[in-house]
């Protein structure tokens, strides 16, 4: 007997495996016997000779367009970045504010971000029934590009899936905004991955507000600054509002996660 291309040869120790009795394998009539158990159709079709071999093409474009509607169309991950600086250094200063968010979200997702792949801190998981990647650059912030390039290429990810999460000296403190697409701003982690990307800037963004240094301050001074206890009670409330808008971008779209984004408010206005 041959299925496809692969010979199947029975034997009696075959049968009796698929549990028949060795002595059906003896008798001329066990293929009759069979058909009283309903192990088999009792019934088969009967194609002349001018019509089976359409009938043989059909059925088998109908079994291809069958298996090709049941079978689910394959669904690119999500690759969510979170830019900053490696090292206890830089922990929890406002250059890092990408990291925390980018934490804070894969804590509520219950992901774990402790693998180490593409010079990144990396984790993957599902937000709903969306595959999610997570990614924390370690080239520091100037070379993020390297890591993130570098995951879009292997994993073959449309950059309208890339979601970048960073922190913006021009928005107020823990304002956040989220955009479809637009330049570097200024940023240097955002500079190293539109290079990275060949120029191609049309990939989404989450920018978080770390306001501006206050007086005279130099601008890498601030930005290295650790936040106060007063601010990390703020940036507690806008990781909650990042989460929501993350999850409402993945299930829902960037139009309404925008608008949401757009229409929240800060603690003090909440006050």
Known sequence: MKLGSTAVVVTSSSVATLGFPKNYYNKPSWFGQLLKTNMFPHHFPILSSSSSSASISTTTEDSSDAVAAAKPKQQHPWLIVGLGNPGKKYHSTRHNVGFQMVDALADAEGISISGV???ALFGKGFIGNVPVMFAKPQTFMNASGESVGAIVSYYKIPLKQVLLIYDDL???????????KGGHGGHNGMKSVINHFKGNCD????????GRPPGKMDTAN???????KQEHEELDFMFQ???EAVRILLLQGLNKSATFVNSTKSVEQLG
Do not use: C, E
């Open 222 to 228: 601030f930005v290295l600054r650790p936040f106060t």
């Open 241 to 243: 509002q990042g989460i």
């Open 117 to 119: 792949s593409f010079k």
């Open 203 to 210: 990939f989404p963004r989450l920018r978080i507000g770390i």
């Open 170 to 180: 021009d928005l107020p403190f823990a304002k956040l905004r989220l955009l479809p």
